[in-house]
Structure formats: C-alpha cells, structure tokens
C-alpha cells in the first residue's frame, strides 16, 4: 500500500502543484476516513497547506487512479491466464497512465465475439498473411495460390481472408492507434446537420442544421447542445478528418504505411496499401471516431459540472437576510397565494392562503390579511418566490406597504427553485407532517431568504437549477461533484449546534443523515448542547467521528466561549495560552483585533501545532465565528416593468444573477423570463471566464440591448462604452435557448435509424456505462 501510496502522489502532486510528500500525507488522511474540510481546516501542518481546492481535485484523481490500478491489475491476470504475458509486454502496461492506452494493449488479448480474422486463421490463412508481409517483392496472388484447398475456394478467397488478418493487427496496434488518436484530436472535425424532413420540429437546434467545427476547439456547451440535438433525433452528427486533402492517400492511411513500412513500388506494398486503406475505412475510422465522441461527450459534461458547482456555491453562499420575522409568499394566480410567517429562528407561526387575482380578485381582503400578519408578528422581511405571479404578488405588496406606518417590511424576490421538490420530499413531510404540500412551499421561500444554505441544503442540490445543460450529463459525476460542494459551503459557515436541522448537520464534517438525526433527537430529549464535549453523549457518536466534526459546530452562549469559534476543541489549549499572553479574560480578549495583532505567532508554535494552525486560531479570536458570506442586499426591480412587453432597448435596470454560463450571465430583470448578458456584454474589457465577473446572486445593473418576445429573448448588457448596443452574438443566443427551454434528456440513449451504422453505434458508446 506504501508502494501505490508513493506512485500515486508522483503522478499527483505534479497535476496540483504540490509536492509529493504532500499528497501521500492528504491520501493517508482520506484513506484514514478524514474529510477534505477537515483536511483543509485542521492538519494544515500535515499537507503542508493544501487547500480545500488542490484536496478535491487529489481525492477526484485517486479515485480514477486507483480505478486505473485495478483495471490493470485484472488485465495482467487476464493476459497472463492466457500463457501471452511478456517482459516486455508487462514493461508497457505499468507504464501506461491512462484507462484509453490500457484498453488499447489490452485489445489483441481481449476475448471477443468470433471475427473474420478469427475464421481465416482457422481455415489456415495465418501463414499468409504473414508471408506478404515478409515478402514485399512477390505477388500476393501467387502466394495466394499456395492456399487453396476444400475451405478456400480460390485466389480472392484466400486473399480476402489473409486481408482481414492484417487489418485486424492494424486495429489492434497500440502505438498506431495512439498516434491516430492524437493526430485525430488536433485535427479533426465535428459535423452536424439536420435530419431530413425534421426542419420545423427541431427549429431550436436550426443554429446546427449544418455545422461544422474543430473538435479541439469545441465549447463544451456547445457540444452537449449538439449531442441533445442528437439524442432527441433532430441532428446527426459525425466525426470528419482530412475530408478536404485532394491526395488519393490521406495522412492517417500514410501513418498506417509507415507503421508498417509500406511503400509504394513492389506488389505486396501496394496490396498491403490497398489493406491500409481499407482497415482506416472499415474499421478504424469508426472506432476512433467514437473515442473522440465519448471524450468530446466527457470534455463537455466536466466543464458543465465545474459551471453548476460554481453557481451552487454561489448560490449556497448568498448573503443571508438574518435572523428576522419573515413572511414567505408562494405567488399563484388561480390557486391562491400560499401565505407562510416564521419568526426568527424559522420557526413557523402561522399559514393561509389568500386570492387577490381571477376568479376571485380579492384584492382588499387579502391586502388587509397580509396587512394584519405584518402587524401581529412584526414582519420585519417579506419573501416573494420569483415564479408565475410574483410580479403581480409584489405590486400586490408595495400598494399594502405602503399604507403601513414606519417602520416597513423589506420585501425581496428570491428564486423558489427546488421549492416544489422540497414541498413534496420526505424532508419536509417529517417536518411539516399536518400542512399542505401548498403551504410548504411558502416556508421554504421565507426561510431561503433568511438563511440560503440552511434552507437550499434540504433539496438536492441538482433540483435548485443553476446548471448548465445538467440533465444530460452523467447523473453520477454531477452528484458527487455538487455534494462535495455542499460539503465545503457548510462547513466553511458553521453550524449552530442548537438550532440546526437534521439536513443541515447531516452536511458537516464526519457526520452524516444518521448521526445528524441522533443529535437532533439527544437535543430534543436532553435540552441545548451546553458545551461541544456533549456530543460524545450522543448515540454512536465516538471520538473519531468528534475530531471531524467539532471544529464546524458552533455553540453560543455556552460554557466555553471558544464554542462559539471554528477554533478546533483539540487546539483549545494554544487558544488559552494566546489570550493568556494578552494578559485578559477569554471573554475580553475575544474580538480585540488591536491586542491580538500584537502576538507573535511564533512564539505559540509546538511539536502539533505550527504556524498555520497558530496564525488561523488568532484569525478567528479577533473575528469568532465569522460568517464568510457578503452583507445582505436586494435588487430593486423597475416599477412598471412586469411583463417583456414592458421592455425596451436602452432600459437601465436593477436585476439579480441567477445562473452564469460559459457563454455569459442570466439575470432576473423581474419579467418571469431571464435576460442574457453575453460574455462579450459583461465589462468594458475582454472576459474570458464570465464569473471573473459574476456570480449567481449578484445585484447588477443591466441596460436593455435587444427584446425578442416571440422567443422570450431579451439581450442585455453591463457594458458602458459604445458597443453595448452590439447583441449577443445568434449562435449564443441559440445556446441560451437551448439550455434553458430544451426538456431533459431521456435516460435511454436513442438509436436513431436515420443516422445509419454510425449513429447507432454512437448511441450504444454513449450509454452510460
């Protein structure tokens, strides 16, 4: 283990720009059951300082590593089992670094259904084969002579069946198809056309009906556009290379003659050629095509992850409204507003359901409702979800504030995305077991507003909706990748050991839904934790599982003031002898950033705690429990502009980021439709990736570029010098729509006929596997 252990951290550490020695000490801590906020927070000393990023990214390539180590472990034992293992042979598989090379020394040994080569070789045709290619001079016809007998009926016979065995060495040749391979990805083309007679119904793919780009140069957004098309059978797409050389012989058919020294003059060369040729076609092209699908498919899906994850942090680390009276509106028009008042701590008070529009358009009596609610529980915050009716349900609110004395509810339009998911989930049934689903809905919006992470963790994270094209990536990956968001997002804030849900503590360090419902149910029965070592009083809760996850609850108003910190319960004894130095009660000390400025760090640093650790522990005396996240603030929406009909070019508005994409920004202008500001709009400078920029969440303003209400487009920008009237750019647009208006995929990959062999052998590569 020691041996993999110092393989695998020579390959990583090279990748994060990190020394070997610490990544095997990151993998020990994993191996050992640590988590990456534990890591990163708590045993600085021990990586050397990686942080939470370089820690994720290590723990993701273990895992495709060690995939990789076992793959290769089965294939020597499959390889060798057959009596074909060499010294050689062996040298090239523990060489290789890639599942792709793997799979390609594996394939002349792997077990397959019975080929043409396989029958030529059993009707004697092997010794032919073999003799062409040691003898260039003489004819392959006269050889083929030679080979005729009751299972060879004659010379093309013979010639077809020893053809089969060379072009299945060439599609087995490891090196060759490595050197195709590449010379494919630097140069090849993907194209996509339209289905014939399949115009109309596909017109939101129209930008691709004949497409052609380099495969290289893709966007990943883009591509998994292309690839919907594909799925849903409007477009068919290929894979091209050198499809403009006039030569009769193409480059990737030269590189098949000079792996095999083919020339041009004797006999045997210019069948050997003919047999290149015709392997490049049959075989080859095919196989490699799909390998560059699948890796365009993967390149692409990555880069859609890495866009969620960054919108969900985003969106997980938005800046919490506080501890404050809150009414949550879930705005419906024929169903009623769903009325929702939680106090401060979220806990719910009171619920009813109000009709201000048609059929009933009670607009006084619900005006008076929702004033007197304001007025009983000293509503300080009024949360109105951002879905059909909540432009109505917000005028609806303005005209009733407005008749009530100073001082007024703050009232802001979240995203109630998940909302629905979480009314319906077992979640809130436990929580909420004798309310309406209805009902639900409006306290997740109340309480989303008071504190975005606490509430957001109870959905899955692939129902809030902030991705990019995400129901068609791999349902795995994107899971895994957003959990360890979730992960770093709640345990960078904190978490109020008191008063927090079972979802929420099930997202600390070590925990999980488990443990998180015993600690909820030792409170409920036992009272308030009084101090962190009260956890080792929980069921099932052991040290082990206390030294993850101590250092991210939080306490107040406890027994030890360093509860209420991120200061680690281990680390207590450094704390006090820093506050000791300052002369001072603990109490005292705490927040002083003048006298904690003054120590030297230096002067703390032990056998187990270095500099890092030492330097972090002052940090958080002079600031304890310090929430990350930015200060509260809302967007104003324009008074007037309800609908995109309201909308016209030059408009300067306030709005709010709600999803950031490869290609730009999306941002609520509160139309019930978003706007895109193109990457090219963001800022009056080059933008490469547009959250140097943005993220989700961000309060912008935006002037109005260009208004398509027919196809619910509006084009906006951020830009203040003369091109801003520039809109985005047709193909982007056409993105855009795709991303958000397209239904997700189907889980069964289609096999479309129209495509032909291509297209169905695309479809089965692209299952998942």
Known sequence: M?????????????????????????????????????IARYRKEVTGGLDDTQLRTLAERLVYLRELEARRASIVDSIASQGKMTDELMKRIAGVVTKAELEDLYLPYKQKRRTRAEIARERGLGPLAEAILADRAREPA???????????ADVKTA????????????????????????????????????????????????????????????????????????????????????????????????????????GSQKPGDRWLMEVASWAW???????????????????????????????????????????????????GIRTGVKVAIVDATGKLLETTTVYPFPPRNDVSGTQATLAALVRKHKVELI???????????????????????????????????????????????????????????????????????????????????????????????????????????????????????????????????????????????????????????????????????????????????????????????????????????????????????????????????????????????????RDPRPSFKTATFADGINEIADLKPGMLLEGTVTNVAAFGAFVDIGVHQDGLVHVSQLADRFVKDPHEVVKAGDVVKVRVVEIDAKRKRIALTMRKDGDAATPPPPREQRDAAAMRNVAPRRESQPKPQSQGSFGAAL???????
């Not at 050889?143 to 009751?150: H, R």
């Not at 993967?298 to 919490?320: H, S, T, Y």
């Not at 479809?763 to 596997?769: E, H, Q, S």
Request: one cysteine or more; aromatic letters at 4%; glycine letters at 8%.
């Open 383 to 625: 949360s109105i979800g951002n879905g059909t009716g909540s432009r109505e349900t917000e005028k609806l609110v303005a005209d009733m504030l407005a008749d009530l004395p100073a001082p007024k509810p703050t009232k802001v339009i979240v995203s109630e995305a998940g909302a629905s998911i979480y009314s319906a989930s077992e979640t809130a049934a436990l929580e909420f077991p004798g309310l309406d689903v209805s009902l639900r809905g409006a306290v997740s919006i109340a309480r989303r507003l008071q504190d975005p992470l606490a509430e957001l963790v109870k959905i899955e994270p692939k129902s809030i909706g902030v991705g990019q094209y995400q129901h068609d990536v791999d349902q795995q990956k994107l899971s895994r990748s957003l959990d360890a968001v979730v992960e770093d997002a709640v345990n960078a804030v904190g978490v109020d050991l008191n008063t927090a849900s079972i979802p929420l503590l099930a997202r600390v360090s070590g925990l999980g839904p488990s443990i998180a419902d015993a600690i909820v149910r030792y409170r409920d029965d036992a009272g308030r934790f009084e101090t962190r070592r009260d956890l080792l009083k929980v069921a099932r809760l052991g040290q082990r599982t206390f030294e993850q996850c101590a250092g991210f609850l939080r306490i107040t108003g406890g027994k030890e003031p360093l509860d209420a910190s991120s200061v680690h319960p281990e680390a207590y004894g450094v704390a006090k002898k820093i506050v000791a130095a300052c002369g001072r009660d603990l109490r005292t000390v705490m927040g002083d950033s003048a006298s904690l400025k003054a120590i030297d760090p230096r002067a703390f640093v032990d056998e187990r705690f270095g500099p890092p650790t030492v330097r972090d522990i002052i940090a958080e005396l002079e600031k304890p429990g």
């Open 763 to 769: 479809a089965d590569a692209l299952k998942r596997k």
């Open 281 to 331: 076609r049959v075989k080859l092209s095919m196989s490699l095509s799909l390998d560059l699908m699948r890796d365009l498919r993967e390149r692409a899906e990555e880069e859609a992850i890495r866009v969620f994850a960054r919108n969900l942090k985003d969106l997980l680390l938005a800046a919490p409204a506080g501890s404050r009276a809150t009414m949550g509106l879930d705005p």
């Open 2 to 38: 020691a041996a993999d252990i110092r393989s695998l951290s020579a390959i990583i550490s090279a990748e994060i720009n990190a020394r070997p020695n610490q990544v095997v000490s990151a993998i020990e801590l994993l191996d050992e059951g640590s988590t990456v906020p534990f």
């Open 159 to 262: 010639l077809e069946g020893a053809r089969d065995i060379v072009a299945e060495g060439i599609a087995e040749n490891a090196d060759l198809l490595g050197r195709l391979r590449t010379y494919m990805k630097q140069n090849a083309t993907l194209r996509a056309k339209v289905v014939d007679g399949k115009q109309e119904a596909g017109a939101k793919f129209s930008d691709y009906f004949d497409q052609t780009e380099r495969w290289a140069t893709v966007p990943g957004h883009r591509a998994l556009a292309m690839l919907r098309g594909w799925n849903e059978e409007f477009l068919t797409l290929t894979i091209e290379v050198d499809t403009d050389i006039a030569s009769p012989s193409k480059p990737v058919e030269r590189m098949i003659a000079t792996a095999y020294e083919i």
């Open 142 to 152: 006269v050889l083929a002579e030679g080979y005729i007998t009751a299972d060879v």
